[in-house]
Structure formats: structure tokens, C-alpha cells
């Protein structure tokens, strides 16, 4: 009976598979593009299934499927389609070309362009690529996303904004920094401050044909902002975006010694003071531990938008609040924006906008990383009836630290708070005065201000000296933007289109700052009436004004040849009446190779060839022509002057002559490719130079040589899988920049602290003694001598008779980033890299806490794996032996401390899911995102500092590649919910 039951049973399940069976078949066919091309690497999917296909490279393709079944036919940059099997066996496929994306649009120098038209360097980053990490600061979202450009963190301090490079540095004492334009509206070489969720693009314009629009201020590269609209008859929308994170301390590879091991240190250097005991080690106070924290994050932003035929509106608010990891210091930002266009008829539309934010730092108490770092762990900060100890006031060995100061002391009492408002306000229109001709109205006011409080108390000891003092400070400014445009554009006979435009702009803008402190003040006041001393009185203010005329034409044949051209002459006050004005041009073609008949490559869906070449500027703030003179000064009661800056008459711009050749390629209709290839010449170069003291005046501008930076950059990126449910996308750039300086004036070299700028050599080499390591006989510092007359090298352990020479460079050999994109349903999971190679960062921190026993009263860093100290005779050794007192020199400016900067940094990673529509629908929702996001989560790298990363290349500041203390960027862990309405 039991075998009869396994028969019947095994004839059931046989009956059941063979229907099954005859229900599938093999179903095959061809997709072709739309002039009957096959269509190699498209999509097949059985639709509700994990079931497809992809077709091979004659666009052919075989697949197992039930006559009920659905196909899902896919092919980027084609419209999709859906057959049903039925009871064919064999299909032939045609897609149609999807016109949204062959017609992309990008935002370009005053004015939008196809991609496909485009003949200069410009890369856009859409809003989805930018908000993958939470901050406040558009800057930082770049990160390792485009080629050329690198974003180099000042501090990790909240709302701190970062200084970002395109193509190199090429200015000394102007600005290396970028222009941003926001909505058309020119900002500034600062970030602009905005909501990163009200953004719609960026686009990064390179080049000197994409940036010769912006004349005297397009040199170092411009940044286009657009902001958010809505789409023409989409459902009003109302979305709302909430992120909480975690900020963590994150001092990179540096470590400072705890009690035990600076105990061992200061036996082996061999301390004899009467302090230095065994009950040293029942004090250990981590004074970074305690200065910093595990910080808290929130941003919230809530927008609507809605969008008709007669209006488009875009609302939005936003809240941001961050602590520093380092206590005592917070952020709350408020932001505000309306965007409006409204069609009051066919051929007037207005469109203003309103943007304000507001930052508020209150009552801050901010830990002194500096002491968190020098003090030493033997120094306890709190009593033991748990009171402040005041170190300044120990008397003998109770407080070892040589600075004798605990600011836990001066920080119960005194604080600094501050308050920023800046408000941006436009009217712009636009009338179509004919079909092919419209007038483009421009005009915007941005108003500012900044006030500061700083509070110290009469029982602290900063305000011991005055019995105490308060401080306030004022900063206002206004500017204003003005721009008025003819447009015009035009199609002949269906392969001919002209594009035009003509504009005149104004800019300028004025400021005012005043300060005021109060000595001798009462405790807790806030008003400098409470202050029974005047002390000082401070003020200053400025203006500039700036007016152009600018025409930009570009001609379109057939979709296969492109010339576009331009022409701007600027007037600035900040030159004489016979140098103000300058005139700054391009020139730029492309050619579509991949449109030509005698092209027939199957594999290479897009082939774009595109050069390049222009002429923009870079100029100084203030008034470098004029002899100016500092009046706050008296002679017999009488107010005197005296020289402060000596005119330069010929004083003119910085001029950037820059070719580019570039390359644009689509491989499988899978893989995008970017070559591109510049040489930029900065002429000119703004120069304040110092004179004697004997002369009376401080210095004068100069117009003294010309840098060159020549660079290769590649972009590429791939869809290594797209199916419906399922994609892997994968990015990468990487930038190869050449940086000479070219001439000088008089040839002279220019010396500044511990770097040259040398004919031949780069801007940025470093000039100082070479260290050559430990003799391993004695196990003193060995430099390196060079003969001026033969060049012979030789050794010596003196420091002063070490030859000061080049000794490296601040600029990496290259820079670039990758990221990665896995999708699978509703989930998504990417990362974002970013990497520098070759650059060399000198650790100034070093000289405190690598000092061979020189600050015997300071704390210590641990030596990183594979670094050593001298014992004994014959020891091949990194460091000298610690004695009291150190050596001659050791830790002096050498290159000793000038170490390799390079690293890969995970800026982050970021895991989402979406929810379903059916689920979506069931909650009355349009969407729905959750996710979990990392910042700054690794940096693998030899830099023993804090970051490698945090550069200092702010305006006039020569001194490339320091890297202090600093206060390192957190790492960052992040959970976020979008909601859409």
C-alpha cells in the first residue's frame, strides 16, 4: 500500500511538472533603436518576477516565458514598452528615443544648454548626488564628485565652511576660491549659506570658456546654484525631510601620552625635578577626553511646491542645530525661501524670490583644544571638593603644566555668543518681446549683519588685569545686483540654430563694522553701560563698485558642429581710472562625431569632441592704487596721519589665458567617459609686498609674474547593472594638475616663513633644513649641508649650520574620488570616496609634542608603529634620545616634521529604503524614505595629525600645507525620514 501511495504521488508531481512545462516557452527577439540599429545591453523583463535578460550585441535576446506573462523592455536613453507573449514566439522590437534625455538640459554662464551642445568644461551634480551626507555647508557636498575640484575643510567646527580648489592654486595673495552664483545672482567667492535641500543643480563651470561670462571674477572656476521649482501640472507637493545624527571626535592618528606612558618618557629623558615622583601615577586626567564629546545633530526642512500653467511656486524652511564636538560651541541655522514665477500674461512673466538665514551661537564656553592637548594628565582640574582649580594661582609643584592654566577655570564665567541675519531679496522678470526675443530683468539686494558679544568676568583671570570687560561687535552690509538681458534664439531651416545674448550689470555693495569694550564691569552685564571704563572704540568701513557689459553667441549645425563665443569688459573700482577696466573673451567648438555617416561604431552610442579657449581675471579687495593713510593717531592733540599703503597707479587684474580640449564618450549605452585636458596661464600676479619699516608704509601692491598649472582629468562612469528591480552604478574621477611658477619679478625668489615661491618651482614648495634622521653612533639629529659652490652634500648635527633649501612640496601629484550605487527593490545602499596622492603636509604640531624634551611641561604624543628612539650605539633609529631640555634644533622647523599627506577618506555611506507604492497608498502618502547614513567614517593615511585634510588656503595666507592642532572633522552617524505628501 505504501509503495502504491509513492507512485501515485511521484505520477501527480510528474503530470503537475509537464504542465507547467507546456504552459513556459522560449520566447526570442531583436530590440532596435529608431532607425532599425540593434540595440545591444537592453533590458527583458518578465514583469512581478526576478526574471531577465539582456540583449547581446546584435540586439538579439532568448527568454523563458508563459503566454501570460508581461515583457518589460528597457534602454536608457529610450522609452520603455510592455508586450504581452500571448502566442508569438518571435518579437522585433523598436524603442523610441526618450527626448527628455537626449535633450538634458544644463545650467550654464547666464543661461541654460543641452548636454549635448555643450563645448566647454561643465559638470553638473543634480540634487540627489548632493544630499547624501547632513550638513549645512553646500561646499562639503562636492567632496570627491567631480574631477578638478577639491574640497579642503578648514576646521570640523559646526557650520564651519570649507575652502575649495578647481584646477590648482594659482593666486598668492587674491583669491583661490571659486565665484558662486545663486539663481543668476553673483555672490561672492564665500559659501553662499543656502538650505542644501532647496537646491535643484549645481553646476561646476572649469574652464575659461565656461567662466570668461563672469570676466574679472571667473579665474578660479564659478559654482552655479538653482534652486528648487516644480513641475508644470504635477500634484502640489508637501515634503518633509528629518535627519538626527551623532557627532564623534575623531583626532585621526593622533595620540597623546596617558599618565604611565609619559611617566616611562620622563624617565628614559631623565628627569631630576623635585615634581617628577612615582605619585605622579595616581593622577591620569584625559584632558581631550574631557574637552570633547559625543555631539547631537538635527535638521528639519519642510517644503511645498505647486505648479500651474499661470504660476510656479516653491516655499521652504529649514532648521539646523549642531553641537561641536569639542564642548561648549553650537549651531542653530534657520533658513526661509520662496521662489515664484508667475505668467501674468503670454508674455510677461515676474519672478520674485525671498531667502534669509539666520545663525545663532549663544552663550558659548567653547573647551580650549589647545590646553586639552599641552596639559599634562598629572594635572587635575577639579579639587577634590570638586571645585575649578585655578591653576594660574598653584604655587609650586601642585600644577606641573607649564602654562600653569586650566580653562575650566575662566570658562565658568566667560562666554562669547554672536548672531548672523542674511536676507535675499530679487525681482526678476521676463518679457517676450518677440517669439525669438525676450528681455531678462535681473535684480537683487542682499543685506547682512553680524553682531558679537564677548563677556569676560572680574573674577576670572583674563579679567583680572581690567577687574573684566565686555565687547561688542557690529558688522552690516549691503549689495546690490542688477542685471538686464536681451536673448535671442532662433531655428533655420531645421539644422541652423543661433543663440544670442546681450547684457549690461551692475554690482556693488558697502559695509560698516564698529566695536566697543568696557573695562571694569559689573558681574553678569550685558550692556556696555555697565562698564565703568570706556577702553576702546573701533570702526571701520569699505565699498566697491563693479559695472560690465557682456555678448555671448553660439551656433548649433545639424546637432553635429557647435561654435560658441563670448566677449565681457568689466570696470572696477578697485583699479585707477586708466587700468579699471579689462576685457576678458573665449572661444569654443565641438563636434559630434557619433552624428557623421561615416560613423558606424555600434559600441560607442555618444562621441563628442570639444576644445576651448579664453581669457578671465582675478582682482583685489580694496583700493591697491591709492597711497592711503592711518589716522587714528595724534600730535599735540591734534589727529595725525600717518603712510599706511603705498599706491601702485598701474596696478591691474590677474589674467588666466586657458586652453582646454576635452573629450565626451557613451560606451554600450552603459559606460559615460570624460577626457579633458587644460593648460592655464595666471599672469599678473597680485603681490603684497612689505616694505622697510624706514619707508613709513607696510607695503604696496604689485603685479609680480605669472603661475602655470597644466592637468589631465577623467571622469567616468558606469551602469554595470540596470534592471527594474536591481542596478549596480559605479563613478570615478581623478585629476593630474602640474602647478609652475613661471616668472617672478626681477626673477627675486619670495621667502615667507618656511616656504619659497621660485621661478621653476611650484606655488607651495616648502624651504627649510633637511633632517637626515639619528646617528646611530651618538644618536643626536643629523641635517643635511650643500656646498653653494659645488653642490656637494654633507652632514652635520649643528641646525644653524644646515642649508635652508627645497624640500618638497604642498601640492598632490592627484586628487579624485569614487562612489558606488547598489539598488535592489525598494532598497538602496552608496558610498562616496575621496583620495589625494603626494602631497606633503609639514605637522607644526610636532614641534610641541614630538620635541625630544624640550617642553618638558607639556603632554606628549605616542609614537606611531614603526617609529623608534635612539638607546644605545649602533641603534638605527627615527627619533633621538629624550634628554631634559632636548637638542639644539630638534624640533625646529626642519623636515623632520614634513610628512607624507595622502589619503583615502570614506566621506560617506548610506543605506535607504523606499516604501512601496501599495503601501504608500494604503497610508495616503506619495512617498516615503527612510535611511541610515556615515560620514567621515574612515581615512586610511600615514599623517600622524589630526586630519589631513584641514588646510588652511584662506586669501593672502602663503603658508600652503600647515597643519596644526586643528579641530578635526567628526565622524557622523545619521538617521533620516522624507516624507512626501
Known sequence: MKQLVTTCFFVVILCFTQLLQAQSKNVQGTVLDENGSPLPGASILVKGTTSGVSTDLDGNFIISA??????????????????????????????????????????????????????????????????????????????????????????????????????????????????????????????????????????????????????????????????????????????????????????????????????????????????????????????????????????????????????????????????????????????????????ISDKFTIKPKINFVFDNRDNVREANLYQAYTNMPWDLPYAEDGSVVNATLSQGDDWIGRDKSNYLFDQQWNYFDSRSFDLFTSFDFEYKILPNLSFISTNNFRYGTYESFTYTDPRSNAGRTTNGSINDYTYRNLTRFTNQMLKYSNVFNDKHIFNALLAYEYNDGSWKSVSATSENVLVNG??????????????????????????????????????????????????????????????????????????????????????????????????????????????????????????????????????????????????????????????????????????????????????????????????????????????????????????????????SGSTIIREGEELGTFYMRKWLGVDPANGSPVYEVIDPDTGESSTTSSYNDATVQIAGSSNADFIGGFNTNIRYKGFSLSSNWSFSYGAELYNSSRNLFDSDGFYLQYNQMVLPNGWTRWQRPGDVATHPKPRVGGYEGSNQTSTRYLEDGSYLRLNNVRLSYNLPKPALDRIGLSGMNLFLTGDNLLTFTKFTGVDPTINDISNGNTQYGFVSLGYPVPRRFGLGLNVTF
Open 66 to 343: 508563459k503566454n501570460t506573462d508581461i515583457l518589460e523592455i528597457s534602454y536608457m536613453g529610450y522609452i520603455s514598452q510592455a508586450i504581452t507573449v500571448g502566442s508569438q514566439s518571435n518579437f522585433t522590437i523598436s524603442l523610441e528615443l526618450d527626448s527628455d534625455q537626449l535633450d538634458e538640459v544644463i545650467v550654464v554662464a547666464y543661461g541654460t544648454q543641452k548636454k549635448e551642445t555643450i563645448t566647454s568644461s561643465v559638470v553638473e551634480v543634480k540634487s540627489e548626488e548632493l544630499t547624501d551626507i547632513t550638513t549645512p555647508e553646500v561646499a562639503s557636498m562636492l567632496q570627491g564628485k567631480v574631477s578638478g575640484l577639491q574640497v579642503l575643510p578648514g576646521t570640523g567646527s559646526p557650520g564651519s565652511s570649507p575652502n575649495i580648489l578647481i584646477r590648482g592654486r594659482s593666486s598668492i595673495n587674491s583669491t583661490n576660491a571659486p565665484l558662486w552664483v545663486v539663481d543668476g545672482v553673483i555672490m561672492g567667492n564665500n559659501d553662499p549659506k543656502l538650505n542644501p535641500n532647496d537646491i535643484e543643480s549645481l553646476s561646476v563651470l572649469k574652464d575659461a570658456s565656461a567662466t570668461a561670462l563672469y570676466g574679472n571674477r571667473g579665474a578660479n572656476g564659478v559654482i552655479l546654484v538653482t534652486t528648487k521649482r516644480s513641475k508644470i501640472d504635477a500634484k502640489p507637493q508637501v515634503q518633509v525631510s528629518i535627519t538626527s545624527a551623532v557627532n564623534q571626535f575623531n583626532p585621526g592618528n593622533f595620540k597623546l601620552m596617558n599618565s604611565q606612558q609619559l611617566y616611562d618618557y620622563h624617565t628614559e629623558l631623565g628627569n631630576t625635578n623635585t615634581w617628577f615622583t612615582e605619585d605622579l601615577l595616581d593622577r591620569d586626567y584625559d584632558w581631550v577626553d574631557g574637552a570633547t564629546q559625543d555631539a547631537f545633530v538635527k535638521d528639519a526642512s519642510i517644503s511645498f511646491n505647486s505648479a500651474k500653467e499661470s504660476h510656479n511656486l516653491f516655499l521652504s524652511m529649514g532648521y539646523y542645530n549642531e553641537e561641536g564636538t569639542v564642548k561648549g560651541n553650537e549651531l542653530d541655522r534657520y533658513t526661509f525661501r520662496t521662489n515664484l514665477d508667475y505668467k
Open 526 to 751: 550685558k550692556v556696555q553701560d555697565v562698564g565703568i571704563e570706556p577702553a576702546v572704540i573701533g570702526g571701520n568701513a569699505g565699498e566697491f563698485a563693479q559695472q560690465s557689459f557682456l555678448f555671448s553667441a553660439d551656433y548649433d549645425f545639424d546637432g553635429r558642429y557647435f561654435v560658441k563665443g563670448s566677449v565681457r569688459v568689466d570696470g572696477s573700482s578697485a583699479f585707477a581710472p586708466d587700468y579699471r577696466y579689462g576685457v576678458f573673451y573665449s572661444i569654443a567648438a565641438g563636434w559630434n562625431i557619433n552624428k557623421e555617416a561615416f560613423f558606424n561604431v555600434d559600441q560607442i552610442d555618444y562621441l563628442k569632441l570639444r576644445a576651448s579657449y579664453g581669457a578671465v581675471g582675478n582682482q583685489p579687495g580694496g583700493f591697491g592704487y591709492l597711497d592711503l593713510y592711518d589716522v587714528r593717531f595724534q600730535y599735540a592733540g591734534i589727529i595725525a596721519a600717518k603712510p599706511s599703503q603705498l599706491g601702485t597707479p598701474d596696478l591691474t587684474w590677474e589674467k588666466v589665458l586657458e586652453t582646454n580640449i576635452g573629450l565626451d564618450a557613451r560606451f554600450f549605452n552603459a559606460i559615460d567617459l570624460t577626457l579633458e585636458v587644460y593648460d592655464k596661464d595666471n599672469s599678473g600676479l597680485l603681490y603684497f609686498r612689505r616694505l622697510s619699516d624706514q619707508t613709513g608704509y607696510s607695503g604696496r601692491w604689485e603685479n609680480i609674474g605669472s603661475i602655470n598649472n597644466k592637468g589631465v582629468e577623467l571622469a567616468m562612469a558606469a551602469d554595470i547593472v540596470n534592471n527594474e528591480d536591481f542596478g549596480i552604478n559605479v563613478g570615478f574621477n581623478i585629476s593630474l594638475n602640474n602647478n609652475t611658477v613661471e616668472e617672478l619679478a626681477d626673477g627675486a625668489d619670495i621667502i
